[in-house]
C-alpha cells in the first residue's frame, strides 16, 4: 500500500490533531470539514463549550508542539468540588499534589489546532460533507456544501475523523463481517451557565471541577478563563423528573430551589439557557474492525463513548499517538500500521466505554455516599503512603499512560479488595493507623 496523499474527513479535534503527526511524517495532507471555517464565522457550534484534557492529551498535542500553548488557555482543576443540597461543600483531589485535569475551551483548542496544522503545511477544505465511501474502500464522494457540486476523491488513504456520527463509518456498515453497536443513554444534557462576577471575577471556586450530584441527575460546572463557568445538567430525557418534565418556568423554579438552591442565583439566564439550548443526546458507539480498503477509522468516529470519565477526546488524542509510533515502528508500511493500530486502540476503547459508564454512576450517585466516600479515603492514603506501589484507577486513567483495558480491571479489583476491608472489624476506627499496612498488603496482592 503506496501512500502518499491523505484525506482526513473532519476538522474536530482528532482530525486536526492527526494531520499534524501525519505532516511531520511527510505526507500530503488534506482535511475536508463539513462546517464553514468557524474562525471566519465565529461560530464553533457543536457541543459542549469546554472540556477536560488530561495526560493522554498532554502526550498527544506534546508530539506536535503544542502542549505549551494550551496550557496558556486552560484552568488546571486538582479536584471535585462537591456541592450537597444544603449548600455544604466538600473538596476531593483527583491525585496526588500538583495533578490536575484542565479545563480548556472547546472552539479555542480547535481553532488554535487548525492555525498551528495550516502553518505546518495541512491543507483545510471547509463546507466539504464527504457522503460516502465507494464499496472497496478507495474513493470518497464528496460534495460542496456551498455550491452543491458533487465529485469524487480517490487519495491514497481516506481517514474518518468525522465523529460519533461518521458516515465513513456508515459506509463501513455495508460491509462484511462489520460489528457494529450504538447506544442511546436514557439521560441527555444541557448547557447552562454561571456568568462571570465583577471584574471578571470567579462566583465559586475557579480551581475544582463542580458537581451537584444527586442520584439520577447532577449538574457539573467547569471554569472558563473569562470568569465564568460552563455547567452541564445531566439529566434523564423522559420520566416524573427529567427534560420532558420540566414545561414552564414554574417547574424549572420549583426543580432549580429544590435540588440546586445554592447555585440558582448565580445563574441569571438559567431560564433562556434552559428553553434555548438544545438537549444533547448521549451515545456509545463500539465498532470493528476500523478499516475497509484504503479507508480506516480514528476519534468518536472509532469510538464514541459517554462524557463522564473526560476522556473522549484524549481517547482519540492517544489514538494519534498510538499511530504515529506505529508509523515509525513499521516504516511506512501501512499494510502493517492499520492492522497493529486497531488491534492495539480496540480494546483499549471499549475499556474507556465502559469506565466512562461506571464514573457516570459514581459522579451522580456515589460522590454523596458515605462507603464510596470512605473507600475513596482509603484508596488516596494507600497511595500516598506507597506511591511507587498503588496507582488509584482514576490516577491510571488521567495521570499516566496505562492502558485503559488495565485501568479497567483494576477498577474491579481494587473496588472488590476496598469493599472487602470495609467489613473489617474496627476498620472505621483504625484504617489510617495501625491497619494501613494490612489494607495496602490487601490492595497490592490479591
Ligand atoms: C457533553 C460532552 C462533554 C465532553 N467532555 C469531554 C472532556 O471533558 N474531555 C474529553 O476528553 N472529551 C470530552 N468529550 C468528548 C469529546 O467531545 C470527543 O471525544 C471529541 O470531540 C472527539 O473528537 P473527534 O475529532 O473524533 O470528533 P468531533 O470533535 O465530533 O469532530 C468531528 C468533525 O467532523 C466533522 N464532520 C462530521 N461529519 C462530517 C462529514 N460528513 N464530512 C465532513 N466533516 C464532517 C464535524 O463537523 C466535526 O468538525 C465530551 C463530549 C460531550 C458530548
Same mark, same amino acid.
Given at each position: 500500500?503506496?501512500?502518499? @496523499?491523505?484525506? +482526513?474527513?473532519?476538522?474536530?479535534?482528532? #482530525?486536526?490533531?492527526? $494531520? &499534524?503527526?501525519?505532516?511531520?511524517? *511527510?505526507?500530503?495532507?488534506?482535511?475536508?470539514?463539513?462546517?464553514?471555517?468557524?474562525?471566519?464565522?465565529?461560530?464553533?457550534?457543536?457541543?459542549?463549550?469546554?472540556?477536560?484534557?488530561?495526560?493522554?492529551?498532554?502526550?498527544?498535542?506534546?508530539?506536535?508542539?503544542?502542549?505549551?500553548?494550551?496550557?496558556?488557555?486552560?484552568?488546571?482543576?486538582?479536584?471535585?468540588?462537591?456541592?450537597?443540597?444544603?449548600?455544604?461543600?466538600?473538596?476531593?483531589?483527583?491525585?496526588?499534589?500538583?495533578?490536575?485535569?484542565?479545563?480548556?475551551?472547546?472552539?479555542?483548542?480547535?481553532?488554535?489546532?487548525?492555525?498551528?496544522?495550516?502553518?505546518?503545511?495541512?491543507?483545510?477544505?471547509? @463546507?466539504?460533507? +464527504?457522503?460516502?465511501?465507494?464499496?472497496? #474502500?478507495?474513493?470518497? $464522494? &464528496?460534495?460542496?456544501?456551498?455550491? *452543491?457540486?458533487?465529485?469524487?476523491?480517490?487519495?491514497?488513504?481516506?481517514?474518518?475523523?468525522?465523529?460519533?456520527?461518521?458516515?465513513?463509518?456508515?459506509?463501513?456498515?455495508?460491509?462484511?463481517?462489520?460489528?457494529?453497536?450504538?447506544?442511546?443513554?436514557?439521560?441527555?444534557?444541557?448547557?447552562?451557565?454561571?456568568?462571570?462576577?465583577?471584574?471578571?471575577?470567579?462566583?465559586?471556586?475557579?480551581?475544582?471541577?463542580?458537581?451537584?450530584?444527586?442520584?439520577?441527575?447532577?449538574?457539573?460546572?467547569?471554569?472558563?478563563?473569562?470568569?465564568?463557568?460552563?455547567?452541564?445538567?445531566?439529566?434523564?430525557?423522559?420520566?416524573?423528573?427529567?427534560?420532558?418534565?420540566?414545561?414552564?418556568?414554574?417547574?424549572?423554579?420549583?426543580?432549580?430551589?429544590?435540588?440546586?438552591?445554592?447555585?440558582?442565583?448565580?445563574?441569571?439566564?438559567?431560564?433562556?439557557?434552559?428553553?434555548?439550548?438544545?438537549?444533547?443526546?448521549?451515545?456509545?458507539?463500539?465498532?470493528?474492525?476500523?478499516?475497509?480498503?484504503?479507508?480506516?477509522?480514528?476519534?468518536?468516529?472509532?469510538?464514541?463513548?459517554?462524557?463522564?470519565?473526560?476522556?473522549?477526546?484524549?481517547?482519540?488524542?492517544?489514538?494519534?499517538?498510538?499511530?504515529?509510533?506505529?508509523?515509525?515502528?513499521?516504516?511506512?508500511?501501512?499494510?502493517?500500521?492499520?492492522?497493529?493500530?486497531?488491534?492495539?486502540?480496540?480494546?483499549?476503547?471499549?475499556?474507556?466505554?465502559?469506565?466512562?459508564?461506571?464514573?457516570?454512576?459514581?459522579?451522580?450517585?456515589?460522590?454523596?455516599?458515605?462507603?464510596?466516600?470512605?473507600?475513596?479515603?482509603?484508596?488516596?492514603?494507600?497511595?500516598?503512603?506507597?506511591?511507587?506501589?498503588?496507582?488509584?484507577?482514576?490516577?491510571?486513567?488521567?495521570?499516566?499512560?496505562?492502558?485503559?483495558?488495565?485501568?479497567?480491571?483494576?477498577?474491579?479489583?481494587?473496588?472488590?479488595?476496598?469493599?472487602?476491608?470495609?467489613?473489617?472489624?474496627?476498620?472505621?476506627?483504625?484504617?489510617?493507623?495501625?491497619?494501613?499496612?494490612?489494607?495496602?498488603?490487601?490492595?497490592?496482592?490479591?
Amino acid at each position: 500500500m503506496q501512500v502518499k @496523499n491523505i484525506a +482526513i474527513m473532519g476538522a474536530g479535534l482528532v #482530525g486536526s490533531l492527526l $494531520s &499534524m503527526y501525519l505532516k511531520k511524517h *511527510g505526507y500530503q495532507v488534506t482535511v475536508y470539514e463539513r462546517r464553514p471555517d468557524f474562525r471566519k464565522t465565529g461560530n464553533y457550534g457543536g457541543r459542549s463549550i469546554n472540556l477536560a484534557i488530561s495526560e493522554r492529551g498532554w502526550k498527544g498535542l506534546q508530539g506536535v508542539g503544542l502542549e505549551q500553548a494550551v496550557r496558556d488557555i486552560a484552568i488546571p482543576m486538582p479536584g471535585r468540588m462537591v456541592h450537597d443540597v444544603q449548600g455544604n461543600l466538600m473538596f476531593q483531589p483527583y491525585g496526588k499534589p500538583g495533578e490536575a485535569i484542565n479545563s480548556v475551551s472547546r472552539g479555542g483548542l480547535n481553532i488554535l489546532m487548525i492555525d498551528a496544522a495550516e502553518e505546518a503545511g495541512v491543507t483545510y477544505k471547509f @463546507n466539504q460533507r +464527504i457522503n460516502e465511501i465507494n464499496p472497496a #474502500g478507495t474513493a470518497a $464522494s &464528496m460534495e460542496d456544501m456551498e455550491t *452543491g457540486t458533487t465529485y469524487t476523491l480517490e487519495p491514497d488513504l481516506i481517514i474518518g475523523a468525522d465523529g460519533a456520527y461518521s458516515l465513513v463509518r456508515y459506509a463501513m456498515l455495508k460491509t462484511d463481517r462489520f460489528d457494529y453497536s450504538q447506544a442511546y443513554e436514557n439521560h441527555g444534557y444541557k448547557e447552562l451557565t454561571i456568568p462571570a462576577g465583577p471584574n471578571g471575577t470567579f462566583l465559586i471556586d475557579r480551581d475544582a471541577l463542580h458537581i451537584w450530584p444527586r442520584k439520577q441527575f447532577m449538574l457539573i460546572a467547569l471554569p472558563n478563563i473569562d470568569g465564568s463557568f460552563t455547567c452541564t445538567l445531566f439529566f434523564a430525557l423522559e420520566g416524573r423528573e427529567s427534560f420532558e418534565a420540566i414545561k414552564t418556568h414554574a417547574d424549572l423554579d420549583a426543580f432549580f430551589d429544590t435540588y440546586f438552591p445554592d447555585v440558582k442565583p448565580l445563574m441569571p439566564t438559567l431560564h433562556e439557557d434552559f428553553f434555548g439550548n438544545p438537549t444533547g443526546l448521549l451515545m456509545i458507539v463500539k465498532c470493528f474492525p476500523w478499516s475497509h480498503g484504503n479507508t480506516m477509522l480514528i476519534g468518536d468516529a472509532a469510538h464514541a463513548i459517554i462524557p463522564f470519565y473526560g476522556q473522549g477526546m484524549n481517547c482519540g488524542f492517544e489514538d494519534c499517538t498510538v499511530l504515529n509510533d506505529l508509523i515509525e515502528e513499521f516504516n511506512h508500511d501501512w499494510s502493517k500500521i492499520i492492522p497493529a493500530y486497531q488491534v492495539a486502540r480496540k480494546p483499549n476503547s471499549d475499556a474507556i466505554a465502559d469506565l466512562a459508564k461506571l464514573n457516570f454512576i459514581e459522579m451522580r450517585d456515589l460522590v454523596a455516599d458515605a462507603d464510596f466516600q470512605f473507600k475513596k479515603r482509603i484508596a488516596a492514603k494507600v497511595a500516598a503512603a506507597y506511591p511507587d506501589k498503588f496507582i488509584p484507577v482514576y490516577s491510571m486513567v488521567s495521570f499516566s499512560h496505562l492502558p485503559y483495558a488495565d485501568a479497567l480491571r483494576e477498577y474491579y479489583r481494587q473496588d472488590e479488595v476496598l469493599s472487602e476491608v470495609l467489613t473489617w472489624p474496627g476498620v472505621r476506627e483504625h484504617w489510617d493507623t495501625e491497619l494501613l499496612p494490612d489494607i495496602a498488603q490487601r490492595l497490592f496482592n490479591l
